[in-house]
């Protein structure tokens, strides 16, 4: 079975400091999808970021990024000038690829962000 | 946008009640999934529909069951609520699994 390991139960970063989330994964899968969701405390969870395994190049939305190793099964999330909003909780996801047979993504544990001003 | 409402955003409940959590997507997505949060565990998934009428259990379905009658609509029911049935539950949709989940805001039960 599939699974997703975050390391760190909580983190915190100074205000426009750069932060990194690991997660590392567990398949013998070689098409999947990965994923950082970010859950506020208003609860509305949101997609961050999203990698496919078949694809070299790191994904990167504006200030996200991500340091996708697929053969060390690493997929760590980079935070570059954080800002006061980016706190929150952020869980990595694995996902099987189309027609993979599975329906469903597995969740890490999720880690806690703290941004001090 | 796609728009993902669960019905109640806290609810109370006695030991023993039938407990219905409602989810309701507006953007005909075929699948549709009921999440677990407790912290230090992560998101659990509980079940999953990927069509009307269809259902697969998830990691944890042990106390629940679900219905999905129409496509935009899942529900989840406890059948009869325990207080370790106390949880974060979230609801979310999406039109293939390897797209993004799009979340409702989610329903604090507590079983007392």
């Known amino acids: 079975a599939q699974t997703v390991t975050q390391s760190q139960p909580e983190m915190s970063v100074q205000e426009a400091e750069t932060v990194t989330l690991s997660c590392t994964y567990d398949?013998?899968?070689?098409?999947?999808?990965l994923f950082w969701y970010k859950q506020p405390p208003s609860r509305q969870m949101i997609l961050v970021i999203r990698?496919?395994?078949?694809?070299?190049q790191n994904a990167t939305e504006n200030r996200f990024s991500v340091n996708f190793q697929k053969a060390a099964k690493s997929f760590s999330l980079k935070i570059s000038d954080s800002q006061l909003g980016d706190a929150a909780m952020y869980f990595c996801?694995?996902?099987?690829?189309?027609?993979?047979?599975?329906?469903?993504?597995?969740f890490g544990k999720g880690t806690k962000l703290t941004v001090n001003p | 946008d796609v728009k993902v409402t669960q019905s109640s955003r806290y609810l109370v409940k006695r030991t023993g009640e039938k407990v219905f959590l409602e989810c309701v997507q507006d953007?005909?997505?075929?699948?549709m999934f009921w999440y677990r949060q407790d912290p230090g565990l992560g998101l659990r998934l509980i079940y999953f529909?990927?069509?009307?009428?269809?259902?697969e259990k998830g990691d944890i379905p042990e106390g629940y069951s679900v219905s999905r009658e129409k496509k935009e609509r899942f529900s989840l029911i406890l059948e009869s609520a325990s207080t370790n049935q106390t949880s974060m539950y979230l609801c979310?949709?999406?039109?293939?699994?390897?797209?993004?989940?799009?979340f409702g805001n989610g329903t604090r039960l507590t079983v007392t």
């Open positions: 398949t013998s899968e070689s098409d999947y999808y």
């Open positions: 979310a949709s999406t039109q293939v699994t390897f797209s993004p989940l799009h």
């Open positions: 953007m005909d997505h075929e699948n």
């Open positions: 996801a694995y996902s099987l690829g189309p027609g993979g047979g599975s329906e469903k993504l597995v």
């Open positions: 990698q496919e395994a078949y694809k070299q």
């Open positions: 529909s990927y069509d009307v009428k269809m259902k």
